[in-house]
Nanobody, 123 residues
Framework: QVQLVESGGGLVQPGGSLRLSCAASGTFFSIATMGWYRQAPGKQRELVASMSSRGTTTNYSDSVKGRFTISRDNAKNTVYLQMNSLKPDDTAVYYC????????????????WGQGTQVTVSS
């Protein structure tokens, strides 16, 4: 019922920029934390950035601080990741994450994941 759909990935040169978008659709009551994870071949999935529902709490991986910026538009149920100064080490599949409450009868939500979008940084 709930889907997260990412877009904006692609192939870029080192030092380039990309902007990822993720929109939530379906039936739900509210969205709490949203964020981005990434997984490179042979490695575990790791947190890139996350943001609470009102933006009061934001977290970034140390490896992307100062280069990536997470933002969200709650009116559109969308989270963004602006990626600047991209490095080859940023190459990975990027997954959108959302902790989503699907019913007004409970405050306990579920974790949802997007299908992933490939980001490749190579010269």
């Amino acid at each position: 019922q709930v889907q997260l759909v990412e877009s904006g990935g692609g192939l870029v040169q080192p030092g380039g920029s990309l902007r990822l978008s993720c929109a939530a659709s379906g039936t739900f009551f509210s969205i709490a934390t949203m964020g981005w994870y990434r997984q490179a071949p042979g490695k575990q999935r790791e947190l890139v950035a996350s943001m609470s529902s009102r933006g009061t709490t934001t977290n970034y991986s140390d490896s992307v601080k100062g280069r990536f910026t997470i933002s969200r538009d709650n009116a559109k149920n969308t989270v963004y990741l602006q990626m600047n100064s991209l490095k080859p080490d940023d190459t990975a599949v990027y997954y959108c994450y959302g902790h989503i409450v699907t019913s007004a009868w409970t405050s306990r939500g579920n974790d949802y994941w997007g299908q992933g979008t490939q980001v490749t940084v190579s010269s």
